[in-house]
């Protein structure tokens, strides 16, 4: 049907159409504005006319979802892997955000700073903070005593990391009585008279005891760490040490073959930092030879098995002990099989 010319419409629709116009003005105008949202009941409002009081709009779930930004939106969505894609907070994110409360997934910084929830507290004694965990890496820093030209080495300083590069304990230790240091070697060792006071550092026999009940039970990394057991007096089980001096993807780097790689080469060439610049930190070294086995754990691993076969370990043993206590145990054993015979 042809649309009908306004000149041949009749004078009662041209009268309805004024009358239309006359009573919605805004209608027949074009705008770019959004519609409204549909209403109904009693928050519905007439065009033109005020509400005669202010009524409170019931809670909607739905309307504030729609009211909240983008990012708080997605954000809510965490295990929602392309909700976070498609964030305009975080545009970039590949991996999809661990769902592991924060305190368990605490890694180090870089394999030399400590963490900022850790921080490394000289002479601090047992942590306040980080705990030992199954994994602890030790390293003892020594001055020279008695006479020239052959110096004897006495422990200075002694500090213990878990696995993740915490510091879980770190003490001066003074010098027995009678023993007079000759040789500082401030220049390597760090140590200075300051540190081996008696109101600054710990005992010897106080210091051994904290690290017999911080190995006890568990598996001890070091470097040469027969060394730092030799001076410390304690023996532990050797299925449960980790020595990067003698594993063998590290000793078929070592500059001489078949000789002891130091752990300065081996952190500058494996993990690519550099240690031991000037005076030495025990905490440092100790931090430098746990990323090392954590950096060839699996094989390190494998390697033992092979020498001790599967090994559990358990929270009573292998316990660290002192030198003469393994002695004393078996002569006691000695004298209770002997009364046996004798009955």
């Not at 003469?324 to 078996?330: L, P, T």
Request: charged share 30%; glycine share 6%.
């Amino acid at each position: 049907m042809a649309p009908v010319e306004p000149t041949h419409l009749s004078s009662n629709w041209k009268k309805l159409q004024v009358s239309l116009q006359a009573a919605n003005p805004a209608e027949s105008q074009h705008t770019l504005k959004r519609k409204r949202p549909r209403v109904s009941g009693a928050h519905k409002a007439v065009y033109g006319s005020e509400p005669s009081a202010p009524r409170k709009a019931p809670f909607s779930r739905k309307r504030q979802k729609m009211e909240e930004p983008k990012s708080v939106g997605t954000s809510l969505k965490l295990d929602n892997k392309k909700a976070l894609n498609r964030s305009l907070s975080m545009p970039a994110l590949k991996k999809a955000p661990s769902l592991i409360p924060q305190v368990d997934t605490v890694e180090p910084v870089s394999v030399l700073q400590p963490h900022p929830d850790f921080p490394d507290v000289e002479n601090e004694g047992v942590s306040e903070t980080a705990l030992p965990g199954k994994y602890v890496a030790v390293d003892c820093e020594m001055v020279g005593i008695g006479p020239e030209p052959k110096r004897d080495s006495a422990l200075a300083r002694v500090s213990l990391v878990n696995f993740l590069g915490h510091q879980v304990y770190d003490s001066y230790v003074q010098m027995p009585r009678k023993i007079q240091v000759t040789d500082y070697r401030t220049a390597v060792s760090g140590i200075e008279p300051r540190h081996l006071r008696k109101d600054v550092a710990r005992p010897f026999d106080e210091v051994r005891e904290d690290l017999k009940t911080l190995l006890t039970g568990r598996i001890l990394v070091g470097h040469a760490v027969k060394n730092d057991l030799d001076v410390l007096i304690l023996r532990h089980d050797n299925r449960f040490i980790r020595d990067t001096s003698k594993f063998s993807k590290f000793r078929a780097l070592a500059h001489t073959p078949g000789r002891t790689p130091g752990l300065k080469m081996l952190a500058d060439k494996l993990l690519g930092v550099e240690i031991q610049v000037g005076a030495h930190s025990s905490v440092e070294d100790a931090r430098a030879t746990m990323a090392l086995y954590r950096l060839e754990k699996s094989d390190f691993e494998k390697e033992i098995r092979q020498k001790y076969g599967n090994v559990r370990l358990h929270t009573d043993a292998p316990g660290p002990k002192a030198d003469g206590e393994e002695e004393v145990r078996k002569t006691r054993n000695r004298k209770k099989s002997k009364k046996k015979k004798k009955h």
